[in-house]
């Protein structure tokens, strides 16, 4: 196994092994986003070709960290945490902020304008927590 195949797999473990992060969410739900972030996870990891370890993991944990916050925040939403518009706007900046960190310089910039389309999309509506986790895969798909 190569140096960046480890970092890999280290990285979907990161995710793998914090089962608390999707523990409030029904099992469809848990199980999108769970698989979202390993993907997301990987994806970090495999930007480390070419370094070495102390050099990756220098810039892979901040990433890494902010993934498990972003899924954790999401999963809170997901079960109706942010009910409240004060709450809400709270969440936009901690997403943007996390996802601006997790994709990194790969993506075009995630805009407060998108992300409050979802926001208020799911607001507007009685969306299902795996629908909420899939519109915003698709969001993040888009600035990816």
Known sequence: MTNLDARIERAKK????NESL?????EKAAVEAF????????SIAKETDGMDDVSADEMTAPR??????????????????YADPVDRASLK???????QLILGDRSKRLSAGELNEV???VDMQAVAPHQLILKMKELIGKTG
């Open 64 to 81: 890494l960290k902010a993934l498990r916050q972003a899924l954790r925040s999401i999963g809170n939403w997901a079960m109706g945490k």
């Open 35 to 42: 698989e979202w972030g390993q993907l997301l996870a990987a």
């Open 14 to 17: 990161e995710i793998s092994g």
């Open 93 to 99: 900046e901690k997403l943007l902020g996390q996802f």
């Open 119 to 121: 926001i208020d999309a």
């Open 22 to 26: 999707l523990e409030m969410l029904e």
